[in-house]
């Protein structure tokens, strides 16, 4: 199966401040997708995004499929953006199940 | 009205005890998943069906039985609870394997 590797595994931002989120991925993929898990432990779907880019409010992402990667940007971040980041790819090719990278705690202050 | 549900939300329960956790979802989905994730909120996959029928089974004790009496519902099964089995156990849901994901609101499990 493939491999996800998220970077960087913390981040603290002042509210208002951007970020960048990376995540690699060791194969191609046909299903990746970013998910929010709040300080509650709800897992929230982000963005289902094989390719191109998205956007969605202050979040958008983008995967370039051909370099094996994505990104997630937060812009002008809020205290609610606080919890971890998680981006999954397909186990297989198959595509039967995710597989999780170890996620990027994101801690926003005011 | 939601999607992907879950019973209990949280379970305390002493080694040695048999358990269930029921998931259902009403997303009309085909496909439906198991997920562990431990303390160090590591997640990974248990078990994944397609209609009904066992597709993925990684490597999860046979003390852990997952059972789809119907596309909407995965129920978990485990024997013989183990310290180790402390953890959130979620439910997700999907249009085939490769669709988008939804998952529940986890299963808190504790084992004292």
């Known amino acids: 199966g493939i491999q996800v590797e998220q970077s960087p595994p913390d981040l603290i931002l002042q509210e208002g401040a951007n970020s960048t989120l990376r995540c690699n991925f060791s194969d191609s993929v046909n299903n990746l997708q970013w998910f929010h898990q709040n300080p509650w432990g709800q897992l929230i779907n982000l963005f289902y995004?094989?390719?191109g880019t998205k956007q969605n409010g202050r979040l958008s992402a983008t995967t370039v499929a051909t370099e094996r990667y994505s990104l997630l940007y937060i812009s002008s971040s809020q205290t609610t953006d606080s919890g971890v980041y998680f981006c999954?790819?397909?186990?297989?090719?198959?595509?039967?199940?995710?597989?999780f990278g170890k996620g990027t705690t994101l801690s926003v202050s005011s | 009205d939601t999607a992907v549900s879950q019973t209990p939300k949280y379970l305390v329960t002493q080694m040695g005890n048999d358990k269930s956790i029921k998931c259902e979802q009403n997303?009309?989905?085909?496909?439906m998943y198991w997920y562990k994730q431990d303390s160090k909120k590591f997640l990974k996959i248990m078990f994944s069906y397609n209609n009904k029928e066992l597709i993925i089974n990684e490597t999860v004790p046979n003390r852990f039985s997952p059972k789809s009496p119907d596309k909407a519902h995965l129920n978990l099964h485990i024997n013989s609870l183990e310290l180790g089995d402390s953890a959130v156990y979620f439910c997700?849901?999907?249009?085939?394997?490769?669709?988008?994901?939804?998952f529940g609101p986890g299963t808190r499990l504790t084992v004292t």
């Open positions: 997700a849901s999907s249009f085939g394997g490769e669709g988008e994901q939804y």
């Open positions: 999954a790819g397909p186990i297989n090719q198959a595509g039967t199940a995710l597989i």
């Open positions: 995004i094989p390719s």
């Open positions: 997303l009309g989905h085909d496909t």
